[in-house]
């Protein structure tokens, strides 16, 4: 403990709006090492929808303010350190956690049921409720902290904490099996791309919606077909021929979406960057037995069998363009033009 430093580097979210509010700052404090927590050296974070949605103040349902701008629908403290997907190494550990932690790089859990050494009535989500990875270190409670054996890079392995997760969780919660038909929009995502992967691993095959120009590196993936987002999916596929659809779009297609679903299939959701006011024909929903899913707080499992895929090699992770933390602005700039395929990442150790 004597010898890391009292102050560290970070980015400081100060408030809602646009790039300007982010401030990169040298003097701040080390975060605090409660019992139960862990405290990491942080080598790598990436950049996601999730924290330009924060700062824009995205998930508020108000039109007035932001009082419920964060995931957990209250408002969000600042100033408040983002970055929900990092990983590091732990440098000090609290009394309750045994030290064998230390020295090992590690990857965080980015939904968080621990806190203040108490289980959290709602989930916290890493750089949103508390502070996260865009910072030389980070606190956070043992029970989220997964040491990994990998020969992948530190970028590499940031590159997967909240998308492959989140991906991850929504073919769990609409539990998908082999040999069924996913459709999956926003395929050249990071969630969307970490879903192709991931189904195919479970055996499904995987129809992807995407930009025509990424098709060859979606099928690289493994995807077995590959729709242009133009392209009228009822046209294309056929109704009632798939089982089940992972949407993260949502938007002016989502109609269509109901349509190509067969009896009894299932529709899960993690995003709306195509626009999250849809429109439903109620009987589409009962007359087919859907079931609808929800996919934000990730299943017990998740995250552990996310780390059993990476130390497998079953799963590779997609890094775009990597930036040092400094240039966070130019980082998300690049990533809000959604020309690239996979996940930019921050370089923050050096």
Not at 158 to 163: K, L, T, Y
Not at 181 to 186: E, S
Not at 327 to 348: D, R, S, T
Request: net charge negative.
């Amino acid at each position: 403990m004597s010898q890391l430093p009292t102050t560290m580097t970070a980015v400081t979210l100060n408030g809602h709006g646009g790039p300007e509010m982010l401030e990169l700052r040298a003097d701040l404090p080390l975060p605090r090492i409660g019992a139960d927590d862990v405290l990491i050296k942080v080598l790598a974070a990436g950049v996601n929808n999730t924290d330009i949605n924060t700062r824009k103040a995205w998930y508020s349902k108000q039109e007035s303010n932001a009082e419920d701008a964060s995931w957990a629908g209250q408002p969000l403290q600042f100033p408040r350190i983002q970055g929900i997907d990092v990983c590091g190494q732990v440098v000090a550990t609290g009394k309750n956690v045994k030290q064998d932690l230390i020295g090992k790089r590690v990857l965080i859990e980015p939904c968080l049921h621990y806190a203040n050494g108490k289980q959290l009535e709602t989930p916290w989500f890493l750089g949103s409720e508390c502070d996260g990875g865009f910072a030389e270190y980070v606190s956070v409670d043992h029970h989220h902290v997964y040491p990994i054996q990998s020969a992948l890079s530190d970028q590499e392995l940031a590159s997967f904490p909240c998308s492959y997760s989140t991906a991850e969780n929504m073919l769990t919660r609409a539990n998908v099996q082999s040999g069924e038909q996913l459709l999956i929009t926003g395929a050249s995502g990071g969630v969307g791309s970490a879903a192709i992967q991931l189904a195919k691993a479970r055996g499904a095959n995987v129809i992807a919606v995407s930009f025509a120009s990424k098709a060859p590196l979606l099928l690289e993936l493994g995807a077995d077909r590959v729709l242009d987002r133009k392209d009228n999916l009822t046209n294309s596929l056929g109704a009632n021929s798939v089982d089940v659809v992972i949407d993260l779009v949502a938007g002016e297609q989502w109609p269509s979406f109901m349509e190509v679903l067969k009896h009894k299939g299932r529709y899960a959701v993690a995003g709306a960057i195509g626009g999250p006011m849809v429109e439903l024909d109620v009987r589409t929903l009962y007359l087919k037995d859907l079931s609808f899913f929800g996919c934000t707080v990730l299943e017990p499992q998740v995250f552990g069998n996310l780390v059993s895929h990476i130390e497998a090699g079953r799963i590779k992770p997609l890094v775009s363009q990597t930036f040092p933390l400094s240039q966070i602005k130019e980082a998300q700039e690049v990533f809000e033009q959604k020309k690239h395929l996979g996940k930019i990442v921050l370089q923050v150790a050096s």
